[in-house]
């Protein structure tokens, strides 16, 4: 399978300025993602899609490919990650090089491993599935079984749709939510279905004290915890 990798990686960032470039552990934290994506196996080729000189020099210094600078119409607040994917895709097939599947790899997770990397592509190959995403289980009070949504004139509605919620907390199924650090989706899925996920996703269970998604300055102290504790 040739899958293409894709570190997504624009210049304005609100919670953390710069953060991208901004260094964790002593390098830049879009270096942590390409480490671990040029280390893979699995990924035939990996690109970086940014809008910003100084980033594509860090991912250049990385030796992430930059074959072009992603439009600044992809590189707004609200611009969704299909919409970057589809033309990073495009800009490819337009020139002869085609894809069977794209593995988006954002900086934001610096903490994910080649091997995970590799895990999901080998999980997309071995299941059929539209897509893989690594992803974390979900806390007991926090399960779609317990979990109420509003009606505006304030009555309570179990997420699950159903009458009452499971009481005993050892009854509860195994619910999981995205992680974030790989995403492996088919080329027809993202091209021909719009889509991130498909119809058939299948989920790659990551550790949990391994794994921290950078939002906030809260978020990139804990990163920095963790990657101290690993050295």
């Not at 995970?116 to 007991?140: M, S």
Request: glycine content about 6%; overall charge negative; hydrophobic content about 45%.
């Amino acid at each position: 399978m040739e899958v293409l990798g894709v570190v997504t990686a624009r210049g304005g960032s609100k919670g953390v300025p710069r953060k991208n470039i901004r260094l964790l552990g002593g390098k830049p934290l879009l270096t942590w993602t390409a480490e671990a994506a040029m280390s893979a196996r699995s990924l035939t080729k990996v690109v970086l899609s940014t809008d910003d000189e100084e980033i594509a020099a860090v991912g250049r210094a990385a030796h992430l490919d930059v074959p072009f600078m992603r439009p600044a119409e992809l590189a707004q607040d609200r611009t969704p990650t299909l919409a970057v994917l589809q033309h990073t895709l495009r800009w490819f097939e337009e020139r002869g090089e085609h894809y069977d599947a794209v593995c988006l790899l954002q900086p934001t997770n610096p903490l994910r491993t080649a091997a995970t990397i590799d895990a999901c592509i080998a999980k997309l190959v071995e299941t059929g599935a539209d897509a893989v995403v690594t992803v974390l289980p979900v806390p007991a009070e926090h399960n779609p079984h317990w979990v109420y949504f509003a009606a505006a004139n304030g009555e309570l509605r179990l997420a699950t749709g159903e009458a009452e919620p499971i009481s005993r907390r050892q009854d509860l199924p195994t619910a999981f939510h995205r992680e974030g650090s790989v995403y492996v989706t088919r080329r027809d899925v993202l091209i021909e279905q719009n889509s991130l996920y498909g119809a058939r996703v299948i989920g790659f269970e990551v550790d949990p004290s391994a794994s921290v998604n950078i939002d906030s300055i809260e978020d990139w102290a804990r990163a920095e915890a963790l990657v101290g504790h690993r050295a």
